[in-house]
């Protein structure tokens, strides 16, 4: 399991961990109530801890 920590976008500040067995790389994330989607990529691994930047958003 790996945690992962949101350092830019909407989601900054916010920690997410994750139970997928196979290292994390990525993925699509919005506010409930929000309409735009983020792509975060992992900027940076230490161990079971990845930082995530946003890389584009659209309002799918």
Do not use: H, N
Request: net charge positive.
């Amino acid at each position: 399991m790996e945690t992962i920590y949101f350092v830019g976008g909407p989601l900054a500040g916010l920690t997410l961990p994750s139970s997928v067995p196979a290292p994390w790389k990525g993925g699509w994330y919005r506010f409930e109530a929000g309409g735009t989607w983020t792509l975060y990529v992992p900027a940076y691994r230490a161990g079971r801890e990845v930082l995530a930047e946003p890389r584009v958003q659209t309002s799918r």
